[in-house]
C-alpha cells in the first residue's frame, strides 16, 4: 500500500492530467472542434462580439456596396449607348444597336452574340461595327439573336486598302487586337501608322470602313509584302455595337 502511495503521490497528478487530455482529443475528434469553439464563445467577453449588431452592420454594407456597382454599371453602359446613338445618327446607312449578350472565354476573339436577330431586320453577312470602326459580320441570324464572326477570327478574311496609298490586300485575323494585312503585290511605300479601311473591291463590306494602323511593316515577305495593324474598334471589350442593314449583292 506505501508503494501504491507514493507512487501516487509521485504520478497521479500526471496520470489524470493525461487521462483529461485523452479525453479531449476524443471529444474534439468526434465533435470536428465544435466543443472548443463552443467553450471559446463561452469564455469569450460579450463586449468582444455582438452578433446580431455585425451582422446588420455587414448586411448594410454589402447593399451599399452592391447598389454602388449598379449605379456605374448603368452609368458606363448609358455612356456606350450614347456613343453608339450619336454613331448611327452620323451615319447614311440603316443602322441599328444591338447589345453584346454572349462570349465564350474559349472563343473571346472569335465570336459574340447579340440581342437582336430576325425580328429586327437582321440577316446574315450584315456587316456589324463599333466605336472606332469594323468589328465583323453576322452569320448566324435566329429570332431574337445573331452571331457574329469577328475580325479577329483565324477564319476571317476583310478585303482592305491603305488609304494614303491605295495599296489593296486583306486582312486575317489573329485572335488579338493585332490583325495581319497581306498585300496582293509588291509595294514599297508603307509607313508606321498609316491608315487602314474596308476595299472598294470588297463583295461582302461596305468601302471606307476603319479597320486598324499599321503598326509593324515586313516588305521582304515572300510571295508578297505583309504588315501587322491594330484594329481600331475596341474587339477586346465590346459591349455595344451596331448593324448595318444595307443589303450588299456578292459577286
Known sequence: MKFLYRWWQKYGIQLVLGLVSILIALQIYYSNGAFISETLYRLSPSWLSNPQVDRQALYEQRTIQELTNKIVALETQNQ???????????SSDPLIPARVIGRSPDGWWQVITLDIGSNKGITTNNVVMSIGGLVGRVTEVNNNTSRVLLISDYNSRVGATLTRTGYQGFIKGQGTQIGLMEFYAKVNDVKIGDVVTTSNVSSIFPPDIPIGKITAID????PAPEAQLEFTAPID??????VDLAEKSLF
Open 80 to 90: 456606350n449607348l450614347k456613343k453608339i446613338v450619336k454613331y448611327t445618327e452620323k
Open 237 to 242: 471589350f465590346l459591349d455595344w455595337v451596331v
Open 219 to 222: 516588305l521582304n515577305k515572300s
